[in-house]
């Protein structure tokens, strides 16, 4: 009985110590996985777009000459033009949108728009379904109030959650921004050129900051097969959407126009996004007071109050 007792402690130690080591090395193996997973999806990302980039380049250079027909066949369909142009401005402010939130999908903005439309049908709808239903009768204002509400919530929910997605994503890469700054410079200050420097920093990103690399290895593949360089950081500018990002296709456009230097323009502007991230983490420090003040109202001096209190309390009942 000895023996088997003492086999079973030393089995259960046995596997306790294994159990214990595996969670150790999937602890550490974890974050190189999701890393090489990152670069993986941050390098399809990249061939998608080249291969976008390649076919639009091959279409413009195999386009047939405009012929009189072809005028005639345009101004055959000039109203749907027009409805287009109606409907362009929504479906440019939501392409815009989908690239600051990441979403690259050529349907997505149509898919979008369209759920702006029946989402609130369907939440009103349901709405609806639910008063009908219930055993409790409701007034027609309350009706209409809930009613109104549940499609002004199903209108709204789309920006909101899209909105919500661009404003992680330009945090996430205002937090990455100056570092890959400082390393382009060295790459530049080392004699390598700004697309190569870019492209570099983008495989180095990659594994924490998997946004900032889709978004410098795109500029990149857009410097490479545009004829119009001024096009590609513009873009750049406009899908990450913050000021850093304008500023950096501000800098090195003036630099490629004025023939400036592009390694103290970069140094002044990997200074500047250092100085204001670290603004912004001053301002949401010396926010934290206010915030906190509601909390300890609600929760710590009530505690507070009982554990101080309490034994007073306690003491002045039995006494009585």
């Given amino acids: 009985m000895d023996f088997l007792s003492s086999l079973n402690a030393t089995f259960f130690i046995v596997f306790l110590s ?7 090395f999937i602890a550490f193996a974890l ?3 999701a890393r ?12 998608k777009k080249r291969r976008a980039l390649f076919e639009q380049a091959r279409e413009q250079v195999n386009k047939p000459q405009v012929t009189k027909q072809d005028v005639s066949a345009a ?6 033009y027009k409805l287009q142009r109606i409907a362009g401005s929504a479906s440019d402010s939501a392409r815009a949108l989908m690239l600051r939130a990441g979403v690259r999908d050529p349907m997505a903005p149509l ?6 439309i029946v989402l609130p049908v369907l939440f009103s709808g349901f709405a609806i379904l639910v008063m009908v239903g219930g055993q409790k009768e409701f007034a027609d204002g309350t009706k209409a109030m809930v009613t109104l509400g549940a499609a002004v919530i199903g209108f709204f929910l789309p920006y909101i959650l899209m909105k919500n997605n661009a404003d992680k994503r330009q945090q996430e890469i205002a937090l990455a921004f100056p570092d890959s700054l400082d390393m382009m410079l060295i790459c530049v200050q080392g004699g390598i050129g700004i697309e190569a420097a870019i492209n570099r920093i983008a495989d180095v990103i990659a594994g924490h900051s998997e946004a900032l690399a889709e978004e410098l290895g795109i500029l990149c593949a857009e410097l490479g097969m545009m004829s119009d360089r001024k096009a590609a950081f513009q873009g750049f500018a406009s899908r990450v959407g913050s000021g850093p990002a304008r500023s950096f296709a501000t800098a090195m456009l003036q ?3 004025y023939g400036t230097s ?7 502007l990997a200074d500047e996004t250092r100085a204001v991230r670290m603004a912004t983490a001053e301002q949401k420090a010396a926010s934290l007071p206010p915030k906190l003040t509601v909390p300890m109202i ?6 507070l109050f009982v554990v101080i209190l309490g034994p007073a309390f306690l003491k002045g009942f039995k006494t009585h």
């Fill in 31 to 33: 974050p190189l996985l």
């Fill in 36 to 47: 090489k997973e990152k670069q993986a999806r941050y390098k399809e990302v990249i061939e």
């Fill in 262 to 268: 592009v390694s103290k323009a970069l140094r002044v």
């Fill in 75 to 80: 101004q055959s369909v000039a109203s749907l």
């Fill in 111 to 116: 898919i979008y728009l369209i759920s702006r």
């Fill in 298 to 303: 609600l929760f710590f001096l009530p505690v």
């Fill in 255 to 257: 630099a490629e126009q």
């Fill in 18 to 24: 294994a159990g214990a080591a595996a969670i150790t």
